[in-house]
């Protein structure tokens, strides 16, 4: 295996090392940029995915979403991909400080330890090259000398070989001390050279045995470290990364378990729980022998009577009706196990506008303003009677909608009962604790407060009795649907609705001509009902003393009518009974009884006969 050291295998490598470890520390900053990137781009997926999951969840808190399951689900995952956008945000947030800034940190100072590593290699390099030098300058010197020492020699031997004269003697003396000169100045240069020799032999060993190898250790150090701080980084990503797992897989789990509970047949019995009315479906329409009227003498009479049973018999059954149609009449033959469809509620002014009647009131006489007013107050109290009340009992809510309403009021109504009870035990027990110890507070200041939850226990039990009551009767109306509806029958319910009534609001339920709101849905409008009530109240007392309508005929009910609102009249089955005003197309009549009860009654559940000798036909049915 090869050594790694690179004092000793990259001794004369100087130059590519500082190349080297320059370019690592440019790839310590360019993979420092890629994790503040990728901590940006996490960042950035966290907000989206937050801004998505607010988006698509619901502004407000929609009963509907709470029922169904698959709401719910989608909730549920919104909530979790919320959760996953919070753990992209941590995820980011531990990148940029726990790799971004420490990266950011360490090349600064990575970058100032091989600056020092290189400057001490540079003084190396250049004390040896010094050194290197100087032993290039003894030596040339010493050679120079040597060889002016050599032609010193020679120039002196060449006089001796020719001391002839006097002169010539004093010539080769003179020769043989310059070369004698020259002979001990290269010496020294020898001594010099040799000097400089060893010194630089000494000064190389030093460089390349002690120098060099400790600091290219220390580079190789710097280095090894550096690639360690790369791989604790990578770590650190990935671990940052892994730490977020276990999160979005128990996220991505809730996601599951919210998924699979989903239950579409629990979701289709709750639009049950919803929207059941309760009612009965209507039963089946019985044949109506229209030859007997050919039997009897043509009459105007009997002509506005056809007339009329065709109108009623020309509208289409209930399911198929939209809004604004009125309800189909009931059959001619009652049986008990069916239900009649509620008459249309009178429109308000269709055919005879408010406004046009408060005209006619201003710009009429004294008798005249009278019927004004009478028509005045109808078209408020059927415009009342079409937008519904809310009573107290819900009975203006179809019977399993009141008996959900009702249960859910009475469930309320202990949770308020128990929260009252729970406060009164504590005020008790508080009492007691003040008459055991009178330091720690009075206990006849506890009275009024005592008195005050009492008094709102009574209120709120007073009122559960009163809603259970009502929910007894809702329930025992439903259990009487129930088995009519067990032992058969298609005829028409013995109990029929009035204008207004609960009944007819339950009944309503099934025609939606009469019952649904623009969007729809049931409505449960009270302000608007109450306010034309306190309109209508104000013509009470100009009717009091007013002459009653004539008759402009009679009239034979078909079936039984509960007269429970204001302004109808009960009726039972094949009762004879006087008309004061014919039916404007609302689906309602005006008649009255023993010349002293007067009101309204479903058209569909009477026969009219316009005729003038009816009145005797009335009168002597009364007495037989």
Not at 475 to 503: A, E, I, Y
Request: neutral net charge; contains cysteine.
């Amino acid at each position: 295996m090869m050594s790694c050291n690179w004092g000793t295998e990259l001794w004369d490598q100087f130059d590519n090392l500082e190349k080297h470890t320059s370019w690592g520390i440019d790839f310590l900053e360019r993979y420092s940029k890629f994790v503040k990137e990728r901590a940006d781009i996490e960042l950035s997926y966290a907000k989206q995915i937050r801004s998505l999951s607010k988006k698509y969840h619901p502004k407000r808190s929609r009963e509907d979403e709470s029922r169904y399951s698959w709401c719910l689900a989608f909730a549920a995952t919104l909530r979790q991909l919320n959760e996953l956008s919070v753990q992209r945000e941590e995820l980011a947030e531990n990148l940029n400080t726990q790799i971004v800034c420490e990266l950011t940190r360490y090349t600064q100072e990575v970058k100032t330890e091989r600056k020092t590593h290189f400057q001490d290699g540079r003084r190396a390099q250049q004390h040896i090259e010094s050194s290197w030098k100087q032993l290039e300058s003894s030596k040339r010197r010493f050679e120079r000398d040597c060889k002016e020492a050599e032609r010193a020699q020679q120039v002196s031997d060449r006089i001796d070989l020719d001391n002839k004269t006097d002169g010539e003697k004093r010539c080769s003396l003179k020769a043989r001390q310059t070369a004698q000169q020259k002979k001990q100045a290269a010496e020294e240069s020898r001594k010099d050279y040799m000097t400089s020799l060893n010194q630089f032999n000494q000064d190389q060993h030093q460089h390349y045995h002690t120098l060099v190898p400790v600091i290219y250790q220390r580079i190789q150090d710097m280095e090894e470290r550096r690639i360690e701080r790369i791989c604790e980084a990578m770590r650190s990503s990935a671990e940052a990364e892994r730490k977020v797992l276990p999160v979005a897989s128990r996220c991505l789990e809730v996601m599951m378990d919210a998924a699979e509970g989903i239950q579409p047949r629990m979701d289709t019995r709750q639009v049950v729980e919803v929207y059941k009315s309760g009612f009965d479906p209507p039963g089946d329409v019985d044949f109506e022998d229209y030859s007997a009227s050919m039997r009897r003498s043509i009459s105007e009479s009997s002509y506005l009577d056809n007339r009329a049973e065709g109108r009623r018999q020309s509208r289409k059954l209930w399911p198929f009706i939209r809004k604004n149609k009125p309800p189909p009449p009931p059959p001619t033959s009652p049986s008990p196990g069916g239900v009649a469809s509620s008459p249309q509620s009178p429109p308000t002014a269709s055919r005879e506008p408010i406004t046009q009647r408060l005209n006619d009131l201003m710009t009429s006489g004294s008798r005249t303003r009278k019927q004004c007013l009478r028509s005045l107050k109808r078209g408020i109290g059927q415009l009342s009677l079409k937008l519904g009340s809310g009573p107290a009992d819900c009975s203006h809510l179809p019977p399993e909608q009141r008996r959900k309403k009702l249960q859910t009021r009475i469930n309320n109504i202990n949770q308020e009962i128990q929260r009252e009870r729970e406060q009164r035990d504590a005020l008790l027990k508080m009492r007691e604790v003040y008459e055991q110890s009178p330091q720690m507070g009075d206990a006849v200041s506890l009275e009024p407060r005592l008195e005050e939850v009492k008094q709102s226990l009574q209120r709120m039990e007073d009122e559960l009795r009163k809603n259970q009551a009502w929910l007894s009767e809702a329930d025992s109306r439903l259990s009487d649907h129930g088995s009519r509806r067990q032992s058969g029958g298609c005829g028409l319910n013995s109990q029929v609705t009035t204008p207004g009534s609960s009944s007819l609001k339950q009944l309503d339920n099934r025609s939606p001509a009469s019952r649904e709101s623009p969007d729809g849905s049931y409505t449960e409008d009270n302000s608007a009902e109450l306010q034309f009530k306190s309109r209508s109240s104000e013509f009470d007392d100009d009717f009091d003393d007013e002459e009653p309508l004539p008759s402009i005929g009679t009239c034979k009910s078909l079936y039984p009518f509960q007269g429970q609102n204001e302004g109808t009249l009960s009726m039972v089955e094949e009762e004879l009974l006087s008309v004061v005003e014919e039916d404007k197309g609302d689906g309602w009549t005006r008649v009255r009884r023993n010349l002293e009860e007067e009101g309204y009654v479903p058209t569909s559940y009477i026969k009219v006969f316009l005729d003038s000798s009816a009145k005797g036909f009335v009168q002597s049915s009364r007495l037989v």
